[in-house]
């Protein structure tokens, strides 16, 4: 990179050399990034010379290198919506579980295409936790609504004699 003299002279020069800095850092990390995605692909090229891919990662290739976009685009969708799917299902039981506010007595969680649906009861006139799995219903959707996914919660209380939906997979607490 050469040192541009003008932006040099009409900025501030510890910006000017902070800005340098963090455009040679960029280009370090993805010259970094490059040169390992090559090494990888080397090495699997290698694995498909010698057989040795497994049968889901033969797949993987064998849909990419067809080249029909509404395969690779659909196929792209799936992985998307498991990983959402996963991280939104982690966001809620990692707060279930490290917060003393909520006190649940079953749990229940199902997937539509890009929704995590939740099925919690609690005990009769729990108001706190009630209010605790609002919030993180709203905290989850502000977090992930931008992609496409949202979480939906029904809340139940014991009283109420409802069993998880069949549909539902019933969660260990």
């Known amino acids: 990179m050469y040192l541009d003299c003008n932006n040099y002279l009409n900025k501030n020069p510890t910006r000017y050399f902070m800005e340098t800095l963090i455009e040679q850092t960029n280009d370090v990390k993805i010259t970094t990034w490059l040169e390992s995605v090559m090494h990888d692909m080397q090495v699997e090229k290698l694995k498909h010379e010698g057989n040795v891919l497994n049968e889901k990662t033969k797949k993987l290739y064998s849909e ?8 690779i685009t ?6 998307a919506n498991d990983y959402y799917r996963k991280n939104i ?8 579980i490290n917060s003393p506010e909520i006190d649940l007595t079953k749990l229940g969680v199902n997937y539509s295409q890009n929704s995590v649906l939740i099925w919690a009861e609690i005990k009769d006139n729990d108001s706190k936790t009630e209010r605790e799995l609002i919030l993180l219903k709203a905290d989850l959707n502000a977090k992930y609504s ?13 009283s109420d004699c409802l069993s998880i939906p069949s549909n539902y997979k019933q969660l260990a607490l």
């Not at 659909?74 to 992985?79: N, T």
């Open 89 to 96: 299902t982690i966001g809620f039981l990692d707060k279930v």
């Open 74 to 79: 659909s196929m792209m969708q799936s992985q």
């Open 64 to 71: 990419l290198a067809s080249g029909e976009l509404q395969t």
């Open 146 to 158: 931008s992609f496409g996914y949202r979480t939906s919660i029904t809340i139940v209380e014991n």
